[in-house]
């Protein structure tokens, strides 16, 4: 990492000085077969769509490699090496070992919270308390993973029957993971594909969402240390020149990757052989909300409200479509838009804020698109 320093505004004063960007973040390493590697290549600078000074401009936060075919043949040599047909050292070494090494990683990542959580309020922001939740149940995930893992292990140590057989079942790990995660969740999703994976013995490649990315540099350091090298490798880039190739290269065993479904599907085409690779998806939902007669009208509205506009709606559950009975139709609409207008919005560290900035510049005008609809339709 190289880190660069700004010369303060007066409006940078007006942020509290923990959250303040005081040092561009320049990513210049990625990690390979154990080694943070010198990247000298191509670079690609990551903005927030917060603004540091008076008049609105976008704040530069860093840059990060713009990587292709090149960086994608060498992490999944390292990758494959590692696993070497499930005889290499992190497959075959005993459960203990394994999480070992899980929970000194975790130990490591507690230590890099305040400025994960600082990044995910610029680069996607999200609030500060939501963004302090991420990290924190992204570390009782991890700690609850590893609890199952000793539970999976104790179970594998008996013998059960099964359609009539007496037999001791042994879960493995399968292969070569390419983990894809979203920018909405870029630590807590991510690692809910990561983590598991890591830890049943799989090798991974993981690339960062397209927003979210600085957060992940802290804990590079981490990643490095903790594991046998080859075990994770970390890449930068586009998904169109990073994850396929990966992907052509038919070395891939599992594609595990939270998003939607048109990436999902011209990824899996891209595999020479994939009628062999495992899909670990969750892709796009439409989640109702069905309010009937009958339902307690404040509980309803302030549930609607958290589900539908939590993190400004930009989230796999959040809720799509609500309907309502006719009966309650206008005392619900009445109680709801009052409570919409009522909503804190500002910055990701401002007191009780409940409504924050988009990270993607062009959303604003989708969202134009979707109220002149609405008014043109009544």
Known sequence: KRY?????????NTIPPEFQITALLH????????????????????????????????????????????????????????????????PTMKVIDRIKCMENFVMQMKATRSEVVKYLMWEIGKSLGDSEKEFDRTIEYI??????????????????????????????PLGVVLCL?????????????????????????????KHGVLLISPLLEAFRSSFPKGV????YGRGRDVASPIMK?????????????KSAIALQDQHPNKNRLRLILGLEAKNPAIILADANMDLTVSECISGSLS????????????????????EFL?????????????????????????????????????????????
């Open 249 to 261: 290269s038919g070395k891939i065993d599992i594609l595990a990757l939270i998003g939607n479904s």
């Open 232 to 235: 994770i490798n970390i890449v």
């Open 143 to 172: 700690y609850d993973t590893i609890e199952d893992y000793k539970q999976l292990d104790r179970n594998n140590a008996r013998f059960t029957k099964s359609q009539g057989v007496n037999a001791m079942v042994r879960r493995g």
């Open 181 to 209: 995660g979203p920018y909405n969740y870029p630590l807590n999703e991510t690692f809910s594909l990561l983590i598991p994976a890591i830890i049943m013995g799989n090798t991974v490649i993981f690339k960062p969402a």
């Open 4 to 12: 660069y320093f700004y010369k303060k505004s007066t409006y940078m």
């Open 311 to 330: 993190f400004n709606g930009q989230r796999c559950t959040a809720l799509k479509l609500i309907y309502v009975h006719e009966a309650v139709k206008d």
């Open 334 to 378: 009445e109680k709801f838009c009052e409570k919409v207008d009522n909503l804190v919005y500002g910055n990701p560290w401002e007191k009780d804020v409940f409504l924050t900035p988009l990270p993607e510049k062009e959303k604003p005008q989708y969202i134009k698109e979707l109220i002149d609809d609405a008014l043109q339709k009544g």
């Open 27 to 90: 990513q210049d390493t990625y990690l390979v077969n154990g080694e943070l590697k010198k990247w000298t290549g191509e670079t690609s600078e990551v903005y927030s769509t917060i603004s540091s000074t008076q008049n609105y401009a976008p704040t530069l936060l860093g840059s990060i490699p713009t990587m292709g075919e090149v960086a994608a043949d060498e992490v999944v040599k390292s990758a494959v090496a590692a696993y070497d047909k499930g005889q290499g050292i992190w």
